[in-house]
């Protein structure tokens, strides 16, 4: 199958669609068989478009029948995925070569120094061999998938006619496509084989054909699994198949909607913790199958008409012990993630050892994008995200961010599994037990705003109505600790502008006897209370 031109600065996952879909008006290219060719029999033109995602080229890597600018190009681009400043994009380390490969097995190395269980390059690929779709024990029919363009005569008993571009990814395509059983408009994503100068740098060391069967086992299995997950915030896949020209395709259910990435500032936080509820309900259900999903972010959620929120990109899901169908899949992958969401052990491995944890802590993150407007890690490029993600260091957050639903998500953040919420549902818990007493945090929130302006007025009415707050507060719930210190600074500044006032006895009754921390101002007062008593005498 054609693709159009990879950018390694754009993310690897499908291009989410707004409203009915983007490029909408773009043609849907032909179905191309996407066996290994002969790279001596390609033209010129058909290299520079792809140069830049390659890994790591050398001139050495590449036949010599490609042209000399072209190797030229190659080695100038020097765009790496670990140089890439697009720290939020998916990226897989089974997909990497040369020196990405290597960057990442040393950021292994120094998270783990000493270990057994550092992760070398060699590591960071499968460490199976590949199984071939003959392996599986899937029952893969042949279905007619005709390109947009084809002859009316032809449609009419197709399987499947392309429609329109909806998006596109490093590994597949996605289309709009009308299936002929039903008459209807269903999602097709389509794979598509590896282009440019990664074709001509796999094909030069001999590692093209394990490659795209490695490439289509996992693609197999990104269909399996979800599939198998029938939870209404997951996308329904209907079929499995390969075209007669042998290019592998499923099709699902056709999602018109948006990116929660696109919206999630626009939204209120009560909206978004909404939806987030929803995005944990398929991530539960998903633990409970045995998957860990391993790429959640809110480019990956996609916001429906009435409420609905899907899911999507189960790409680099991992299938644990438990899932009833591991053996009809793809047995193991490499590590993967988007860096500025990551959990340490997603970054330094091994593979073993992440779990349903990992999920908790990417949830964690997305939760913390929605209490700052910013996810979790920031660095200039992959490489630097990374090393700050085995570290587990969080940007700095603002004090207006601060309070309970902050440490919600830094809980869920923790540094080891273990120290993170034992469940998804044990999380939503703390998340309705925030929303429970939101009112009595809105009330904090409002009586620290009197209590702001109260000190810089020295009003007495802005004092009250602040200390009135704080107190609402607490009735309301008893835990709120921002409440409680609030009440606090608000009793102690109150009674300071009534002792610089000359109003003693207003200050006096605004003090306890029995705190340490006001003897000092009650000292004051009274002290001041004797000597105007002195004078008056």
Known sequence: MSSNTHNPDRDDREEKPSGDGIDAGKTAPNIANDQTIDISQVAARDYPSDVSSANTIEVSDLPASVPGEIKAKAVDAGATVM??????????????????????????????????????????????????????????????????????????????????????????????????????????????????????????KGLLEKTERQRRSQFISEAVVTGDLEHPNIVPIHD??????????????????????????????????????????????????????RDIKPENIMLGDFGIVMVMDWGLALAKPGFEKIDSIYPATGLGGSPAYMAPEM???????????????????????????????????????????AANKIREVQPQHEGEL????????????????????????AIRDYRSHSESI?????????????????????????????????????????????????RLQYADAAYRNGDFDLGLSLLDKGDANHQDLITKITNAQRERLSRQA
Request: aromatic share 6%; glycine share 6%; hydrophobic share 40%.
């Open 83 to 204: 140089s890439s400043r697009q720290i939020d994009r998916t990226i897989s380390s089974a997909e990497m070569t040369g020196k990405d490969a290597s960057i990442w097995a040393d950021i292994t190395k120094q998270s783990l120094p000493g270990s057994a269980t550092a992760v070398g390059s060699k590591n960071l690929l499968p460490r199976v061999d590949v199984q071939s779709i003959a392996d599986t024990r899937l029952n893969l029919r042949t279905r007619q998938l005709l390109p947009q363009d084809s002859a009316p005569e032809m449609t009419v008993d197709a399987d499947y006619r392309l429609v329109r571009l909806l998006g596109k990814g490093g590994m597949g395509n996605v289309y709009v496509a009308r299936q002929g059983s039903l008459d209807r408009l269903v999602a097709l994503k389509v794979i598509k084989p590896i282009e440019g100068a990664k074709r001509l740098q796999l094909s030069s």
């Open 240 to 293: 499995i198949a390969v075209s007669e020209d042998n290019t592998l395709f499923y099709s699902m259910k056709r999602v018109s909607g948006t990116p929660w990435s696109k919206v999630i500032d626009e939204k209120s936080r009560d909206e978004n913790l909404e939806i987030f509820l929803k995005v944990c309900d398929a991530i539960g259900f998903a633990h409970t199958r045995g998957i860990v999903h």
């Open 347 to 389: 970054a330094t491995g091994p593979i073993d050892v992440i779990g349903p944890a990992a999920d908790i802590y990417l949830l964690g993150a997305t939760l913390f994008q929605i209490i700052t407007g910013n996810a979790p890690h920031v660095a200039p490029n992959i490489t630097e995200c990374l090393r700050a993600v």
């Open 406 to 429: 902050l440490d919600i998500a830094l809980k869920a953040m923790a540094t080891k599994p273990v120290d993170r919420y034992a469940d998804v549902v044990s999380f939503q818990n």
């Open 442 to 490: 809105a009330l904090a929130t409002k009586a620290t705003e009197s209590l702001a302006l109260a000190k810089q007025t020295a009003n007495y009415s802005n004092f009250a109505r602040a200390m009135f707050g704080f107190e609402e507060a607490i009735a309301l719930w008893d835990g709120n600790v921002r409440g409680k210190v609030g009440l606090e600074e608000a």
